[in-house]
Each structure stands twice: as C-alpha cells, then as structure tokens.
C-alpha cells in the first residue's frame, strides 16, 4: 500500500494500466493473442490487462521478469499520459510489481476490465532479453512518436461511422491491423456500445447542471486540448434561440397591446428581432444537426444526460416560440399543420421523460429533478398557448391538462429539496428562473383557450409574479457563478413574466400594472442584453464560449471499488458547497 | 446552584465567612446572567469597561451569534421543539425562574387567535340567515371582539416591551424553525379582528388597513417560502410541521378580508401564493418524509392546523367570486374531511403537557365551523344547520375549556409561562473557527441520515 502511494505521488494522475505490469524480464514475440485465458504465454507474461487478482498473484510468485509495454486502453488516456510516463518508467521499474496488486482502486483498471469482457484484443510489443529501463524509455519513445501521427484519431469514437467503417474494410482484407489503429478500435467498442449509466452522470459529474468533472474523474477525451468545435457544441446552445426569439414575442406584445400603446413602440422592433432569431435558430439548427450527423455517440450522451436532455426541448420551444412572434407583416394565418409538427416531437419526449419519472428506474423524479426539467413542462403550456390561438381547442386543452398534472408534482418536488434529489443545486443558481416560466406561460395559455383573462388564468399569473418576486429580492445570491451558454435559457421565462403582465395590464389596466409591465420588460431586455454582451466578449475575446463539453465524455465504468470512495467523495463535496455557501 | 450551595455548607474546609462572600459573588453575578439576551445593556457595559481597560470575563461569546438551524434540531426535541434534550446545557440556568419577558413566547398570540376567531364565529351565528333560528345576539360578538382587542393590544404590548428589552431572544425566536411561524400569529390576529369586527362599532374599514396588514405578512413568506426553495439548512423537507400552516393560512385569511372590503387583483394574488404554497406543504405534510425531523411521530394539538387552510380558502373564494361555486365547495369539504379524520382520532389526542400555544390550535375548529356556517347558507337541507350548530358548540366548547387551563395554570400552578428553553441553546465550542468545521460535518451527518 505504502508502495502505491509512493507512485500516486509520483505521478499523480494514472497511469495507464498495462505498463504496471512491467517486470523486469521480457518474452519473446507474443504479438498476436487470439484468446486471452488461454495463452499461457501471454498470462505470464503480465501483459494483458486482466487485472484478477489471482493472476497478479501468479505474477508475482513466478517473478517472470518480463518487460514489455502494451498501450493504454484508449488513445487519450495515452495522450493525457505521454508527458509523464516516460521520466516515471523507472520509478515503475520498481514498484511495478507491488503496485499491480492494489489495481482495483484504479479507473483505467476497470475500463480495461470491460474490455477484456468484451473480448478486445491487446497487442503488444515484445522486449529483447535482459533489457534495462534505458531500452524501454526508447520503445515507448518511438511509440509516442507513431502516436503523433494519429491524434486526430482520438476523438474518432464519439464519431458516427468512420472508426468501424476503417475496421470493418480492413477485416475484409484480412490484413492484420497496425497496433495503434487497433487501439482506436478497441476503445470504440467500449464506449460506442455502452452509454455511461445515469448513476455515472452522479458520481462524475457535479454543479448545478452537472457539467463539472469531479476531480476523482476522468474524461475519455483529453482534457488538456481543445475538441474539434462540433463536439464543443452543446444542446444548450438553443437557448440563444429561446432568448431572443422570447424578446421578439415581448416586442410583439409591447407595440400590439392596447395596454402599452402609450410608449409607442413600433413593429419594426419585433421584425428585426424575429429575423435576427430565426437566422440564429437556422445556424444553431444546421450546426447541431450536423454534430448529429458526424459525432451521434456524443448527441446520444447528451441525451442520457439528465440535466441535458431537458434542453432537448429547447428547439422546438424556439420553434414555437417563432411562430408565436411572427411579425404581423409576414404572415397573420400560420397553416395549423404547423401546430402539429411541432407538437409531435415534444409529445415523443414527454412520453419519454415523464414515462422515466413515473417507471421509476435510474431516473425517477426524486433523483433528477432539477429546475431545468420545467423546460419539458413549459412545452406543453407554449403548444397549449400557439394552438388556442390558431384556433385549435381540444388539443391546446390537452397539453395544458398534461402540464398541469406534471407541474404540480415537479413544483412540489422541487420546492421540497429531497435529500435524494442529487442535481438540485445547493445554492440558488439562475436556472431557478425558470420556476417563472411555466405559470406565466400557463396563464397566457389559459386565457387563450377561454377567449378570457379568468381566474384561473390571474392565479397562475400571480403565482407567477410571486415567484418572481421571491427570486428577485435574493438577487444577491445570484453571483459568482460561470457564465455558460445555458444562461440563455433562464432569460426567457423573465420575459415570458414581462408578456404576461402586458397581457394582464390589458385586462386590469391601470397605473400600476402598466409600471410593472415596463419595468418588467426593461428588465427582461436589460438582461439580455447583458447576456449577449457577455456572451460576445466570451466568444471574441476570452474564446471560451464554448468549452470543452465535460459533460459528454465521462468514462462509462465507475472505478471498481469505488463504490466507498464516491460516498466520500460526494460527502466531501457537499463539505465543499456548504463552505462555498457560508 | 442550590445542590453546590449545600455542598460548599457541608465542605467543613470552607469557612462561612467564604461562603458567605461566594453566595453573594454569585448574587451580583446573577443579575448579569441575562445579559447577553438584552438588547444594548450587555454590549454597553462592556464597550465601557473596555474603555475603562478592565478585562471583561462575561461569557458573552457564547451567545453573540443566533445558533444555526440545525442546532435547534440537535438540541431540542418535542413536536413543538421546545424541550431540551437531556444532553445538552443551557445558556440561561435552568432553575430560575427567568424575568417574564424572556419567558414570554411569541406563541402568545395564539390566545389572540383563539378570541378573536371566536369573535367571528358568534358574529356569523348571529348575522347568517340559515342560523336565525338560534336568535343569537350581536351582542355577543360584540363582547368577544373587545375582550380580543384588549387581549391584542396587551399582548403587543408586552412582546414589544419583549423586542425593546429582549432583542436577542426575539432573534433566536425567529430563528427557530417552528416558533417562525407564530410570527404570522399577530398579522393573522389583526386580520381576524378586522373581520369579526361589530356592525355596531364600524361598518366599513378603510382599504389602507388591508395594505398595512398584508405588507408585513409578504415580507414574511417572501422569506419563509424562499428558504424552502433555495434551500440552505431550512429546506422544506428538513422544517415541514404543521404549524407551517400558519404562514399559509395567513394568505387565504388576507384575500378573505380583501375580497370583502373590494379589493379584487390583490385578494386573488394572495390567494393564488396561498394555493401554491399549501399544495407543496399539503403533499410534503401527508408525505411525512424521513428528514422532517420536527414532525411529531403520534399525533398532537398541532395537527388541527390542517383544517384551517382549506377552511379559510373557501369562504375567500366564495367572496372572491361573490358565490359559493364548487371551488368553495371542494375547498370546504377537504376541511371538512381532515376535521373529522382528527376527530376520529380524538382518542390519540392524550396526556400532552398544555401550553400557550394550544391557543392557536383552536381557531382552525372556529374557521371550520364559520366555513359550515356559510355553507349551510348555501345548502337547503337540515343536515347543514344541524352541523353548523355541532360545529360550533364544539369549537366554544373548546376554547372555553382552553380558556379555563390557561387560567388554572395561571393562577392555581402558576407556571403558564415557564422557562422558554427553546431560545436559550447554547453552541458549545470555544473557538470559532472549529465551530464552523464541526457544524458542517454535523449537516453532512444530517444529510447522510
């Protein structure tokens, strides 16, 4: 144990499995391994990375002295690990052997362990006899320069088909394969063919939207450069399209209601604002759809993401959200198999997510629920809301029905703050927000459908104006935080709040709500604008916008005895926010 | 302190004379005992005889900081959570009797409620048409209503002596996470005056009442239903307690005066807010979630607290819409659901230690009966009137009963208001720094359990 530790400092990031099992003797050529349990060779010779515990004993009893280096599990981890391997080689050397025994603890142990389930074959380079270290520094010198080569390969397995496509011809051939080229291969049946489970996206991942890397974790792609911009290129991005094709709906409603006729705003406003949003929704749309199109492994671990799928609803929100700002000069009667486009996909997801709550499972709602699940629940109040304005009666009534039933058991889960409730932020974050935004749009929906700004509709309102008010008197609260592009999803149920005032100004309208119908559409505006501003500079002049997306590319195996350390770890963490918080 | 008195008579080392000045050390220290609870005394001495430069040993860092919220949870024990757990050591001492006003609870205000409910409830007997039958007098109401007044103006009186003398103690009854709730008492209690008061005395209150009633209950649940979002240590599903129902019953009581004196828009605010919130506190009560450590496991006075939102809330919407719709009656009949699910458990309802604050337990049985009352208006059968009248001698019956225990304890046991432990917990760590690691570890545990 105190031997491990030593290495641990030594190199405190891991190292990868095999070259633990570097003894100090060698065995000639073992290059090609068709089964792994049964070559006697190959199990003496320490090189696989089966990791039983036996088999380290027989290892360590029969002493074979083997030196011989095989590459790590994935290529990243290769890369992550080049720089400091090779001025460790020797530290290895000796305590190659006792370190082997305590593997279980490490990561890359188990991700080699699936793989050897999975039958993968390791390939590895034989030593000459009696080598010292000296030689071994050499081989993987040259390795690492064959490597370089090949680094665009690495992102290759949250890629659609070229990894397979590649294997696949040259199986055909029946050319024995390159080593490296194998390596991809190997990684790519690992990672293409298991999504991590939801209970990976706990322990990996941790902050408000789950997008941090634990520190204990480990990322499959390298973490130190920066990914091809497709796989940067988060779902939450449509949140810009939710912002500001919310403020063309505001503009709208500010220059046509007869509440807020005094300011005089005109419709050329909403035009600009509606044009400039569905251009953006356009290049977000094309610029997903072809991650869609090159990286699927990385969309489908979006989408098992449990804070990430909520935004799955985002687009076609955008997209009714567009259609409900239309410019009044463009068009006034929208066809209403437009409705009905747009709702199919949004009733597929809430079959889906609402499905997992009430099944139960991994992802049942005392587990993930988290504020930004109130984007699945508004979907159904903005169909409600476009479809009683195109007319449509039965169906508009349907999805309210359906998100009154949800909302009421998200609103009460959420305020309840269940200590099983993993995603929950500790502390307020802006994604609260968007606790405003299903009772506006719920209000507005409701009016709609009765031709009729009734009771119901006033109790949603000011349920909504009340939480409002809540959020906004802890505005101190609201600090610190890093900016991501997901903020601009928390912008639109401030302006939906902003909508309903005008919308309940029209009906009660006297000087005090059409105050607050101004103040609060300036201060909608005010903070969009501000966010675009930040989101200007962080794309111009930091160039982070879009950071590597950590989220997607957590490891899909826990550690194997990690099943203690991640209580520690969560334990720990909590420590860590409770002091964050005082 | 008596048991070390004897001790030191007994101890044949100490001379008398030793005694002597010892007892009378303690005597001129007894009367600083309390003064880290005052509002300015304590810090003002000491500031002087800093500048004096005499050395200060007050053990005044012991209660400079309002404890945290899970010190309570730690500390106390009860449904209430105002009895101390063996464990742990006050920070007042326990064997005295302490000065009134820091005995006197916020839960006072309770008796306030109870009244001035009752106030109501013989005001509706006597003016609801389905009830002439009984010929009851308005005179009645009229007695309640002043004698209530007079409760109320005393009460406030004292608790503000309370906030003037006795700031400290004041926070650490704020901080408490049930004894919070009572702050709502008075609001309520001035609500509930506005509404019984007599036709004879006035019969139209000016509107600016309602705004300076309803301005100070907002801030309040601004506050309270904001802890319970953001979390922090007083999340709902660690505080839930049915004495939670007094911040929402408050919203519904708000929108049912608003309602009648005219105020339309901001009655239904208040009652929407009121809505939103009892769902989550409804479904989180009945839930009975393992981390809700206040909850009390057998039942007790407290419960009848959930019949008073739904009770309230009808005869809000009811006046809202200017009629008894089938919201009023779904309302109304929830109320009347919950009352006689208690009270089929009245059995259980046992051998609990009386105190003030079952005060504010009766009016929820007086809003169930005045919520009957509107409804047997509404309602042509004989079932109705027949209910109302049981509701009613049920609920006099019961804050007569109360009424006379608080008079027993007051004047035959004297001890109504004893010791108020719950604001004297003490954190027992010296120094500061070690205070915050250990209660962050004390919140993981909390957690993990």
Request: with cysteine; glycine share 4%.
């Amino acid at each position: 144990m105190e031997k491990k530790e030593d290495v641990k400092q030594a190199n405190p990031e891991e190292f990868p499995s095999l070259i633990k099992y570097i003894a100090s003797k060698s065995v000639k050529g073992f290059d090609t391994t068709p089964n792994l349990q049964v070559d006697p060779v190959f199990a003496n010779g320490s090189q696989h990375a089966n990791t039983d515990t036996h088999k380290n004993s027989v290892i360590e009893h029969h002493h074979s002295h083997s030196i011989s280096i095989s590459l790590p599990a994935s290529p990243s981890e290769f890369h992550a690990e080049r720089a400091k391997r090779i001025p460790n080689i020797d530290n290895i050397h000796k305590n190659g052997a006792s370190a082997s025994n305590d593997q279980p603890e490490d990561s890359i142990f188990s991700a080699a362990n699936s793989e050897q389930k999975k039958h993968a074959k390791f390939h590895s380079q034989p030593m000459s006899f009696g080598d010292s270290c000296n030689n071994v520094t050499l081989e993987v010198q040259s390795k690492i320069q064959r490597q370089d080569s090949l680094k665009d390969k690495r992102f290759d397995s949250f890629k659609t088909f070229s990894g397979k496509l590649e294997r696949q011809i040259s199986n055909l051939r029946g050319i024995p394969q390159p080593p490296v080229a194998e390596y991809v291969n190997a990684s790519e049946i690992t990672e293409e063919d298991i999504i991590p489970a939801v209970d990976r996206y706990f322990d990996a991942l941790q902050g408000p939207e789950l997008d941090t890397l634990k520190a204990s974790e480990e990322s499959v792609l390298p973490e130190d450069k920066k990914w091809p911009f497709l796989l940067r290129f988060p779902i939450t991005s449509f949140g810009i399209c939710l912002g500001i094709s919310s403020q063309a709906i505001l503009w709208k409603a500010l220059a046509t209601s007869p509440s807020t006729s005094f300011l005089n705003v005109s419709l050329n406003v909403n035009l600009v604002l509606w044009s400039i949003s569905i251009a953006l929704m356009g290049i977000v749309s094309l610029t997903y759809f072809l991650k869609i199109i090159f990286y699927f492994e990385a969309v489908r671990r979006e989408y098992y993401h449990p804070v990430r799928v909520n935004f799955f609803f985002a687009p076609w929100i955008a997209c009714l959200f567009l259609t409900i700002g239309l410019p009044p000069s463009v068009t006034t009667n929208l066809h209403k198999s437009v409705w009905y486009v747009l709702m199919i996909p949004i009733l597929c997801l809430e079959l889906k997510i609402y499905g997992q709550w009430m099944s139960g499972g991994q992802r049942r709602l005392s587990k993930v629920a988290n504020p930004s699940n109130h984007l699945s629940i508004v979907g159904n109040f903005v169909v409600a809301l476009l479809g009683a304005s195109m007319g449509l009666k039965e169906g508009p009534i349907f999805f309210f029905a359906v998100g009154l039933a949800h909302y009421i058991v998200l609103f009460v889960t959420l305020y309840q703050r269940l200590p099983t409730n993993e995603t929950l932020p500790k502390e307020l974050h802006p994604v609260f927000f968007l606790f405003v935004a299903a009772p506006s749009v719920a209000c507005m929906a409701w009016a709609k459908i009765n031709d009729d700004f009734n009771y119901g509709s006033r109790i949603a309102y000011f349920i909504a104006l009340f939480l409002y008010f809540s959020l906004a008197v802890r505005i101190n609260f609201f600090r610190g935080f890093r900016f991501s592009l997901a903020w601009w999803a928390y912008t639109f149920p401030t302006t939906g709040a902003a909508i309903a005032t005008i919308r309940y100004s029209t009906e009660v309208k006297n000087v005090f709500t059409q105050t607050l119908s101004v103040a609060l559409s300036s201060i909608s505006t005010v903070t969009v604008t501000a966010l675009l501003v930040s989101t200007i500079i962080h794309a111009l002049v930091l160039h982070d916008l879009f950071p590597n997306d950590i989220s997607i590319a957590i490891a899909y195996r826990k550690p194997k005895s990690s099943k203690k350390n991640t209580h520690i770890k969560a334990t720990n963490s909590d420590a860590k926010d409770i002091e964050a918080g005082v | 302190m008596e048991d070390r008195a004897h001790a030191n008579s007994l101890n044949h080392e100490y001379s008398q004379e030793q005694v002597a000045s010892e007892s009378s050390n303690q005597v001129i220290k007894r009367d600083t005992q309390y003064n880290s609870f005052k509002t300015c005394s304590g810090k003002l001495e000491r500031q002087l005889s800093e500048l004096i430069g005499k050395t200060q040993e007050l053990d005044l860092e012991a209660n400079e900081a309002v404890p945290d919220v899970h010190l309570y949870f730690d500390a106390l024990e009860g449904p209430e959570l105002d009895t101390l757990k063996a464990t742990e050591t006050l920070a007042l001492p326990e064997d005295k009797t302490w000065p009134f006003l820091l005995r006197f609870p916020i839960s006072s205000f309770g008796m306030c409620l109870g009244v001035s409910s009752q106030a109501i409830l013989w005001k509706a007997l006597s003016t609801v048409p389905s009830m002439k039958f009984l010929h009851v007098s308005l005179k009645v109401n009229l007695n309640l209503w002043f004698i209530s007044l007079a409760l109320t103006c005393i009460i406030s009186f004292i608790y503000s002596l309370k906030i003037i003398f006795y700031f400290e103690a004041v926070k650490r009854e704020y901080h408490h996470p049930i004894r919070v709730n009572f702050f709502f008492a008075p609001w309520i209690a001035c609500l509930f005056l506005a509404l019984g008061v007599p036709p004879s005395v006035t019969q139209n209150l000016h509107v600016s009442l309602w705004y300076a009633l309803m301005a100070p209950i907002l801030c309040l649940e601004l506050k309270i239903y904001g802890q319970w979002m953001s979390g922090g240590q007083r999340k709902l599903s660690k505080v839930a307690n049915p004495s939670n129902h007094l911040s929402i019953v408050s919203n519904f009581v708000g929108a049912l005066l608003g309602a009648s004196m005219g105020l339309k828009q901001a009655s239904i605010f208040f009652f929407s807010v009121g809505l939103a919130h009892y769902t989550v506190l409804f479904i989180t009560l009945y839930q009975r979630l393992p981390t809700n450590q206040p909850l009390p496991k057998e039942l007790h006075p407290v419960f009848f607290l959930f019949v008073a939102p739904p009770s309230v809330a009808c005869m809000a919407w009811a006046k809202i819409q200017n009629h008894f719709d089938y919201i009023s009656r779904i309302t109304y009949f929830i109320a009347l659901f919950l009352y006689a699910s208690l009270a089929v458990r009245i059995n259980f309802f046992r051998g609990f230690k009386f105190s003030l604050a079952w005060w504010a337990y009766t009016f929820p049985i007086t809003g169930a009966s005045i919520a009957n009352i509107r409804y047997s208006n509404e309602a042509e059968n004989v079932i109705s009137p027949t209910l109302s009248v049981v509701l009613s001698s049920i609920s006099t019956f019961t804050v007569a009963s109360v009424f006379v225990s608080t008079f027993i304890h007051a004047f035959v046991l004297h001890d109504l208001i004893p010791n108020d432990i719950s604001i004297a917990i003490t954190h027992k760590r010296p120094p500061k720094l070690k205070k915050k690691k250990s209660s962050h570890f004390k919140s993981i545990a909390n957690d993990a359990h």
